[in-house]
């Protein structure tokens, strides 16, 4: 796991240090809404049989994500490897930092970080199918509906009838993008829209990602 810098965040490896955050996040019932139907998660009686995560800070592949400028907690971030080059992502963020991209700025870091560390072939993401946010989030970071999935465990939520959706991108999309971005980066170049060696770094900033491992 490497801590991964996006515009405005910074994607820690979870620690001990970081559970006060998680079990607050949980206590929040709209951010528990697509996950157990809207309640406060009181650590001290749910079973270990939650079907949700809840991370204590001892896990691996679960990233904090604060704000770099102060060092606020934001959320945190999961890719999990499921089976030989397969991970699944997923995200839970404080609701008070919704709305401002900050879920794709972070699960598009980890998904550029998955497929260039090479460690997996395909990523993939599910979420109720009525959580249309999560599911927004997936498109903007460019996995592609695969399927519906309906729920029969044994404690239906709200919602729970309409099955769990998942996305998908495999790593030979990935790289057909990314190959395609650079690509229209030259284009630009070609062009010779750089009127400034400011307006130059600008694009250079775009297609060298930082958050790349070396
Ligand atoms: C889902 C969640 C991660 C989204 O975080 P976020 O930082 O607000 O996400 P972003 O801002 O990056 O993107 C959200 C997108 O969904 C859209 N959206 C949000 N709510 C929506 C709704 N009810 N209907 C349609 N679109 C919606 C937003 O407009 C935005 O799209 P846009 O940029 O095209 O306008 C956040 O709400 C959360 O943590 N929820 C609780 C936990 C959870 O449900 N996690 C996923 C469970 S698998």
Request: net charge negative; charged share 25%; aromatic share 10%.
């Amino acid at each position: 796991m490497a801590v991964l810098q996006t515009t405005r965040l910074t994607l820690s490896p979870c620690t001990p240090s970081d559970c006060a955050d998680f079990i607050n996040l949980e206590r929040d019932p709209e951010v528990m809404r697509f996950l157990n139907g809207g309640h406060a998660v009181d650590r001290e009686t749910i079973g270990a049989d939650a079907t949700f995560l809840m991370p204590r800070g001892t896990e691996p592949y679960i990233w904090t994500a604060r704000r770099t400028v102060n060092g606020a907690f934001v959320g945190w971030f999961c890719l999990w490897p499921e089976s030989e080059g397969l991970a699944e992502l997923g995200y839970r963020l404080r609701r008070m930092d919704w709305g401002q991209g900050l879920a794709s700025e972070g699960a598009l870091a980890l998904v550029n970080w998955g497929f260039a560390s090479g460690q997996y072939d395909k990523i993939a993401a599910t979420t109720m199918a009525i959580n249309l946010g999560s599911r927004r989030v997936m498109e903007k970071i460019g996995l592609s509906y695969a399927r519906t999935v309906m729920y029969d465990g044994p404690d239906p939520i709200p919602g729970s009838e309409h099955g769990e959706v998942w996305y998908e991108l495999t790593r030979a999309q990935w790289t057909r993008r990314q190959l395609a971005e650079i690509e229209a980066g030259l284009a630009e170049a070609d062009r010779g829209e750089f009127a400034s060696a400011e307006a130059l770094a600008t694009v250079v900033a775009k297609y060298v990602k930082p958050d790349r491992p070396a």
